[in-house]
């Protein structure tokens, strides 16, 4: 089926991993490769930040490879994802929902209050 572990579709269960022979080194070239966790905001903002720049600077090529990033509805609204993923999976995306994530960064940075926050949801539901 589509839903199955990652470590069954993808080359060493990461696609940096797979690619990492091909990580720039100044004697044969490549590509730089950048991870970042998608629940966590700062982190993958600086992570895209830092690679924008330096590709601009020597342009060197960059992949970005976004890990741990949830799936709220499954890969569709067809059908339940509690069908195909364990109970252990569905509490992790749950405590690391990166919408959730989101909220929470907004408010503890002072760039939302809790109530404009609730505003953009109300909004983002019409």
């Known amino acids: 089926g589509i839903s199955v572990p990652r470590s069954y579709q993808t080359t060493k269960n990461s696609i940096s991993e ?3 022979g091909m990580q720039w080194d100044d004697k044969k070239g490549g590509i730089n490769i950048y991870t970042a966790k998608g629940w966590d905001y700062a982190g993958l903002v600086q992570t895209i930040q830092q690679g924008i720049a330096r590709v601009r600077e020597t342009h060197i090529p960059a992949i970005f490879h976004i890990q741990e990033v949830t799936q709220p509805q499954g ?3 067809s059908g339940s994802h509690e069908r195909y993923k364990s109970k252990e999976r569905l509490d992790w995306e749950k ?3 990166c919408i959730t994530r989101m909220k ?3 408010q503890e940075n002072k760039i939302a209050t809790e109530e ?5 949801e109300k909004k983002k539901k019409k």
């Open 116 to 120: 404009e926050v609730a505003a953009i």
């Open 104 to 106: 929470q960064f907004l």
């Open 18 to 20: 797979a690619l990492a």
């Open 95 to 97: 405590e690391w929902d």
């Open 75 to 77: 890969h569709s609204t």
